[in-house]
T-cell receptor, first 112, second 119 residues
Framework: GQQLNQSPQSMFIQEGEDVSMNCTSS?????WLWYKQDPGEGPVLLIA?????ELTSNGRLTAQFGITRKDSFLNISASIPSDVGIYFC????????????FGTGTRLQVTL | GAVVSQHPSWVICKSGTSVKIECRSL??????MFWYRQFPKQSLMLMAT?????????EQGVEKDKFLINHASLTLSTLTVTSAHPEDSSFYIC???????????????FGSGTQLSVL
């Protein structure tokens, strides 16, 4: 199946640092979503984006829907240990009614 | 918020046996549920879309006779892995769309997953 290209694949940062990750696709999506997954758990929605150019924040998280509708980025400011996990972007094509295509994931490790 | 319950959370079975995984929406009705498979250190791959009262829609490359899906009510979908083999070992995750709020991704909830290990 199709996957979105997500980078970086993994990140090791110190507590307090900012983090940036992005997701690109060859297809146009009408919705972009960002999820966090902890080991042995299902993904949890962080931010949802519905319009090209949209910039949305959720606490220390900020995400943007790219103007071309083929990319999105997620920023985490002032990282803390509980930010550790795998972050996935997901895109929804028009007319696919909640059917999501997931990115390859970014594994985040935060050191004290 | 809405909760999707998935059971069991983990299962170990012998090769050749069948395993059933349940996905329940606890406080909302879901006409549509989705089943994903996730191999270690990989992304979620959609296997099939489960539709209440009708046949499931399978993604390309997913064997419908191998992965039986039943969505008999608005709150329950089941995935049965038939004649399981070691290569079926994976993390299976379901998601359900909250019917009451319309087609928006903010109301798509995921279960906590089922780790299947086939010996």
């Amino acid at each position: 199946g199709q996957q979105l290209n997500q980078s970086p694949q993994s990140m090791f940062i110190q507590e307090g640092e900012d983090v940036s990750m992005n997701c690109t696709s060859s297809s146009i999506f009408n919705t972009w979503l960002w999820y966090k997954q902890d080991p042995g758990e299902g993904p949890v929605l962080l931010i949802a984006l519905y319009k090209a150019g949209e910039l949305t924040s959720n606490g220390r998280l900020t995400a943007q829907f790219g103007i071309t509708r083929k990319d999105s980025f997620l920023n985490i400011s002032a990282s803390i240990p509980s930010d550790v996990g795998i972050y996935f972007c997901a895109g929804q094509l028009a007319g696919t009614a909640s059917k999501l295509t997931f990115g390859t994931g970014t594994r985040l490790q935060v050191t004290l | 918020g809405a909760v999707v319950s998935q059971h069991p959370s983990w299962v170990i079975c012998k090769s050749g046996t069948s395993v059933k995984i349940e996905c329940r929406s606890l406080d909302f009705q879901a006409t549509t549920m989705f089943w994903y498979r996730q191999f270690p250190k990989q992304s979620l791959m959609l296997m099939a879309t489960s539709n209440e009262g009708s046949k499931a829609t399978y993604e390309q490359g997913v064997e419908k006779d191998k992965f039986l899906i039943n969505h008999a009510s608005l709150t329950l979908s089941t995935l049965t892995v038939t004649s399981a083999h070691p290569e079926d070992s994976s993390f299976y995750i379901c998601s359900a769309r909250d019917l009451g709020t319309g087609i928006t991704n903010e109301k798509l909830f995921f279960g906590s997953g089922t780790q299947l290990s086939v010996l």
